[in-house]
């Protein structure tokens, strides 16, 4: 299931983005902070938040082995973070959903909370830095309640950045991102071709030149496929969307190809409550 949102925000509400979620695990953010940098894959990766004026949080995740003790790795990680002293004044934190974890938070700020813990749903490690400014408990009352690791969905994994939104098979792995505000792309590994999803910010403009149909073309391969029956046009009116489909299938001068799927479906939708366009092509 592709979206614009997971829980879309009133008029007079612009405290929170949707759930940022990536590789598994899920945060809520201010409404003013966005991903800078994205790094890695499910067992290690890097993303760098910021706001309009500078870094605010980092959050930096590693897969545990099954013969190594966690809670060393949560100690060890946390010392070389901020020091032997500062790792005295440091305390734990445990929850259900992180059942080891510690925390240091800067007793004279400006300078960098940082918080590490286990989570046993998926042997992994994550570490969280956040810059504080001043004396506050952001990292404390803000971010750390709402960090879940793997999400609530059964069989399935979340992803949403940049107000793009999905909920995917968790087998299916990312293979490339354009991590951008406007123009978001996103690939994924499904066993059968790639899944691909891009979204377009200022639909009404850009359909202005270009209109829905138009869209389907350019998620083709002419070469390789042929379109195959009419187009459809769908229409979901609970989430004031509408859109068009076609099926593609493999032009037969290519039929010992057998690596190259037999044929796939596009689609051009207009998420008219967000102003968003939304190509994906499975």
């Given at each position: 299931m592709v979206g614009s949102r997971f829980n879309p925000p009133s008029a007079t509400d612009n405290r929170q983005l949707p759930t940022l979620a990536w590789q598994g695990?899920?945060?809520?953010l201010p409404a003013d902070w966005a991903p800078i940098k994205v790094e890695g894959d499910f067992d290690r990766g890097f993303m760098a938040i910021a706001d309009l004026d500078r870094e605010r949080l980092g959050l930096r995740w590693q897969t545990v082995g099954p013969k190594v003790d966690p809670k060393r790795v949560v100690a060890d990680n946390l010392r070389g973070e901020v020091g032997q002293l500062a790792f005295e004044e440091s305390a734990e934190a445990t929850s259900a959903d992180w059942p080891i974890s510690r925390v240091y938070i800067e007793p004279d700020p400006p300078?960098?909370?940082?918080?590490?813990?286990?989570?046993a749903a998926t042997n992994r490690v994550?570490?969280?830095v956040y810059h504080a400014a001043g004396r506050d408990r952001q990292l404390r009352d803000s971010i750390l309640p709402n960090l879940r690791d793997e999400g609530e969905v059964?069989?399935?994994?979340?992803?949403a950045i940049f107000w793009t939104s999905a909920i995917l098979p968790r087998p299916m792995k990312l293979l490339r991102k354009q991590l951008n505000v406007g123009d978001l792309a996103i690939s994924f590994e499904t066993g059968n071709g790639p899944l691909e999803i891009r979204q377009m910010a200022a639909a009404t403009m850009v359909l202005n030149r270009r209109p829905l149909d138009a869209w389907l073309g350019g998620l083709g391969e002419p070469k390789r496929y042929r379109p195959f029956g009419e187009?459809?046009?769908?229409?979901?009116?609970?989430?004031?969307?509408?859109g068009v489909c076609q099926d593609h299938v493999r032009r037969r001068r290519f039929f010992f190809a057998r690596w190259l799927p037999a044929g796939f479906v596009v689609y051009a939708i207009h998420d008219r409550a967000a102003d968003r366009l939304i190509l994906v092509r499975a």
């Open positions: 695990w899920e945060l809520t300078g960098r909370d940082v918080w590490i813990g286990f989570s994550l570490q969280v059964d069989g399935a994994r979340r992803w187009m459809r046009e769908i229409e979901w009116p609970e989430l004031n969307r509408i």
